[in-house]
């Protein structure tokens, strides 16, 4: 169960990349939920339930993420020598805030993602995860090894 929700962590993470999926959906490439409903048969409604889901947070997401730049721009700025170590403080614990924010809205747009599938999409789910994990560390492996014949 924790692989299938890592995947759809992992699933979701992708789709929040807005313009990656636009230009996967352009190129006429399947977008993340296109492969998620081929790898565990997502119904035509739970796949607009899971768009409705992505869109409505990922643009509260893309917002928040905007003010996190920002934030981390006006830190940089005050790296100077007559800094201002409580612009710092200040800009610091709103940028924890905005980040936290954003980690409290990812983890909810995943879980009702996850509360869109069904328990047999799950276990599909999970078992590809664990074919998935399997191939990644093989090839893993193998690089390793290719890099200590070197």
Do not use: C, H, W
Not at 93 to 109: H, P, Q
């Amino acid at each position: 169960m924790k692989l299938a929700k890592m995947f759809g962590t992992a699933v979701v993470a992708l789709s929040l990349s807005a313009p990656a999926v636009a230009q996967q959906a352009a190129g006429g490439q399947p977008d993340q939920v296109d492969q998620l409903a081929q790898m565990v048969g997502l119904s035509d409604d739970q796949q607009t339930e899971i768009r409705g889901i992505i869109d409505e947070k990922q643009d509260k997401i893309a917002k928040l993420r905007q003010e996190a730049r920002a934030l981390q721009q006006q830190m940089q700025a005050e790296i100077k020598p007559e800094y201002d170590e409580d612009s710092i403080r200040d800009n610091a614990e709103e940028l924890g805030d905005v980040t936290g924010e954003i980690a409290a809205l990812s983890t909810l747009m995943q879980a009702k993602v996850d509360s869109v599938f069904t328990e047999e999409q799950r276990n599909t789910l999970d078992k590809r995860m664990q074919q998935m994990q399997q191939q990644r560390q093989q090839q893993q492996q193998m690089m390793q090894q290719q890099m200590q014949g070197q």
